[in-house]
């Protein structure tokens, strides 16, 4: 047994847990199914608020399209789409903007409809989700939201101090206690869909903290006392220099900063009632090592569909920020030829970048991401340091983690009660499609 674990590097570990990142089983998730994985709805082509960082043009999309946000009819009609092409059905529909929820009236009409469409074609109906900056909300709302059970996540930064220094209405007012009054509401009034926080970490995060691994920590704890179930938390995708965190002094501090974050999921994992739960690319890394099983590549384009309001479909919100491979539209249906769905499983994956071919844990990765690197860099076939950084980061604190757990019998059997809990309710749909 090795006794110091804290003195040991990653390699040491591998080795004494029996682990081989090189022989973990490569899964092929490039086939089309009879069912489509998330059908995402681009609703609005606007938003109310106007943040610092959004890549996508404060969610107008750079666009000069007639229609500016869809109708009923025209949701619709892109499910029927679908059907045409996923006999049976579609698993997740989200709802997707600019601001979504400035569409709210399209949004209830559609659910209601889809589900009628599904029950006379005896098809299982798809789970709803809708991503939102949480600014929008009522009774009326969550009525609805409680009886179609709809996942909710919301974009947030933390707590006022940081949100509010991006995150901030078209008047230039800072958004953070809109939102806070709103998940006040939810509380109240008796949520009962699951609800989940995503937030984006930049520079002024990591500025002029004291034990940033202890500010880590509290910063995670804060975001779960406003109500969330699951707090995803990523760094920005951005080149301003006041936000991005892609250079080596920032990189270390946000690896400080991380520890923090990550020992607060691991307090969930090691409680006995445990009340939230850690976010599923946490938990996926500790799964994928343990049933030494590949990290999947996006199925963006032929597992997932994006649709606009001029009912043009491309792969992910991203793709469409930049006009990049469009798969069909409304009028003459979804491209699945050959040439375009060649393309997605060979664009679309990691395994042919230079960087990614030389890395050790290419087969763990779970933030490589095709749109984000062409918002970014202008070519999908590159990767994003900081993105890079936290996924090396986060597969040797797992590690580690794991080496401590198996030397503690009670907390062992504590943390695998949970992460089959965990993995159980991610399984079953519950969870959103990531749109980051």
Known sequence: MISNIDSLNEEDIVNDLGLNLEKIEMCNNSVKGKRLGGLIFNVI????????????????????????????????????????????????????????????????????????????????????????????????IIDFLNEHNISISIS??????????ARVFINGKGSFDKIKENLVLLKEYGRQFPLYAECTIHKKHLQNKGHLREWGYHYTEELYNLGFDTVYIFPVDSKDPEYSV????????????????YDYYIEL???????????????????????????KFCRAGYGTVFTNPEGEFYPCHLFYQRRHHQIGNINNGLDLSKDKMEYLIRENNRNHITECKKCVNNKLCFLWCAGSSLISNGSINSVIKSRCFIVDFTIDYVIKKLMELRRNKSEMEVFKKNIRICSAYFKRGKQDISCK
């Open 269 to 295: 994992l090691l409680d006995d009632e445990m009340s939230a739960m850690p976010p599923a690319h946490f938990l996926g890394v500790f799964i994928n090592l343990i049933t030494k099983r590949y990290n």
């Open 156 to 165: 947030i930064d933390g707590l006022k101090e940081l949100h509010d220094t």
């Open 45 to 140: 082509e606007r938003c109310n608020l106007a943040c610092s960082y959004c890549m996508v043009s404060k969610g107008t999309y750079d666009s000069n399209n007639a229609k500016e946000q869809m109708t009923e009819d025209d949701c619709i009609k892109t499910f029927l789409t679908m059907l045409d092409n996923y006999e049976d059905g579609v698993s997740l529909i989200c709802f997707f903007g600019g601001e979504p929820m400035l569409n709210y009236k399209t949004i209830e009409a559609t659910i209601k409809r889809v589900d009628e469409i599904c029950e006379d074609r005896k098809i299982i109906p798809p789970k709803y989700s809708i991503i939102t900056n949480g600014t929008i909300m009522n009774e009326q």
């Open 246 to 261: 892609e250079d080596e002094k920032d990189l270390e501090d946000l690896a400080e900063f991380y520890k923090g974050i």
